[in-house]
């Protein structure tokens, strides 16, 4: 998340509380958090803390109901568990998310008092939950929580290009699988055109992809396109045009059991977390001949270079291990098939195993 991008309008996504609830009780601990002095109110969710701390950014953005916001912590935060899991890293499964009450973004010391509150509120998890950045909060940001006592990441590097680095080795992985070619001349749509979106489009232009962009802002991915000598599309449509890759590099839930037969896609590979909204549309997708990388395995490179970071790894072993996420996809994809299931269940399989494995 780029800090210009804190400011920006946030669109409606396809949130449908009723429909996508999880059980309360999925999460090991959930955490409503409401500060009178400022007005925040903020969700932390902490899914499963069997390999680590409860790691997960924080997402600052409008919610329709306070329950949207409750449903979309808990759901991000199991994603959390299963990339973390996936990327063998020793952390657990965390998020939260802070209700904004329109789409402008706090700004200055309003900005700063809400997360001054917010941190007393990590703080008081007592390192059972680490925050990090997500869509509408900055590594500014998680230096003001950390005032209060507690611990958070990304404080001082913005995952973005690291996660991007990582999508892209996932996307060639799939390209690979489903269309056994590298990526020169391959179409791609690239769904979002921020931190990630954009850096990852460059990366595949780079290497001679035909690229098509779309984003809410449209001045921005008109800006990206003219660099790239790009085609724009429209945002809400991108899932559905005509290409060999889709990547949605912005909110969650694009793709729909009910949407999932206007897909021209034959891979999907992008960095939002929470792409499909249930199995049944992973199931769907996987019975039209769709190859789609599980989310959380794709965009594991964010937490890869925090990971780096705390145990100081350099710079060439962060980008083996950003680049292993190809490795990963690659046996993700070819069990599945074998196995005659999605790929996404491949990868919780495997998420399974390793968290089971640390109970023992
Ligand atoms: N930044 C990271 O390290 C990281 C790590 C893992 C996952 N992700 C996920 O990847 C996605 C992108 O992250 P980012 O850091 O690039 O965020 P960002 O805020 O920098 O960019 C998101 C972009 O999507 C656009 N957008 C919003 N709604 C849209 C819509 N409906 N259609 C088209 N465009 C829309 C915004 O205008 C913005 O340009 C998010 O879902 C995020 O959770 C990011």
Redesign the pocket.
């Known amino acids: ?2 800090t210009a ?1 804190a400011g ?6 396809f949130l449908a509380p009723d429909v996508l609830a999880p059980d309360f009780f999925d999460s090991e601990q959930v955490i409503t958090c409401h500060d009178r002095a400022t007005g925040l109110r903020a969700v932390i969710a902490i899914d499963n803390t069997r390999l680590g701390p409860g790691f997960g ?1 924080t ?1 600052w953005r409008p919610y329709a109901t306070p329950e949207a916001a409750v449903i979309e912590a808990q759901r ?1 935060a199991a994603a959390m568990t299963l990339k973390h899991a996936c990327a063998d890293l020793p952390y657990g499964g965390a998020k939260s998310v802070i209700l904004a009450d329109g789409p402008a973004a706090l700004q200055g010391d309003e900005r700063r008092a809400a997360l001054l509150a917010f941190g007393e509120f990590v703080a008081r998890t007592n390192g059972a939950y680490i925050p990090g ?4 909060t900055t590594p500014t940001d998680m230096r003001v929580i950390e005032e209060r006592g507690g611990r958070a990441f990304c404080d001082e590097v ?3 290009p ?3 680095r990582g999508v892209y080795a996932a996307m060639r992985a799939g390209v690979r699988h489903a269309l056994q070619r590298d990526m020169d001349g391959v179409r791609v749509v690239v ?8 850096s990852l489009a460059r990366f595949a232009a780079a290497d001679g992809a035909i690229l098509s962009v ?4 449209g001045a ?2 008109q800006a990206l396109a003219d660099e790239l000598g790009a085609s724009v599309v429209d ?2 449509e ?1 899932p559905f045009t005509d290409t060999d890759v889709f990547a ?5 839930r ?1 793709l729909t059991a009910d949407n999932a037969s206007r897909v021209r896609a034959q891979v999907v590979a ?4 929470d792409t499909l909204d249930s199995a049944e549309a992973g199931e769907a997708l996987r019975a039209a001949g769709i190859t789609v990388v599980p ?1 959380f395995v794709a ?5 890869i270079q925090v990971h780096a970071g705390v145990v100081g790894w350099d710079e060439s072993t962060l980008a083996e291990a950003l680049e292993q996420i190809g490795g990963r996809v690659d046996g993700i994809l070819a069990e599945a098939q074998e196995r005659g299931v999605t790929p996404e269940q491949t990868a919780r399989d495997l998420a399974a195993q390793r968290l089971t494995k640390a109970a023992n």
Request: aromatic share 2%; with cysteine; hydrophobic share 40%.
């Open positions: 998340m780029s991008s920006s309008t946030v669109a409606p996504d950014g997402r991000l950045v997500d869509m509408g913005d995952p973005g690291y996660t991007a769904q979002g055109t921020g931190q990630v979106g954009a779309a984003d809410i802002d921005r991915a945002p809400h991108a949605p590099c912005a909110v969650a694009v992008g960095a939002a977390n989310d965009n594991a490179g964010g937490v």
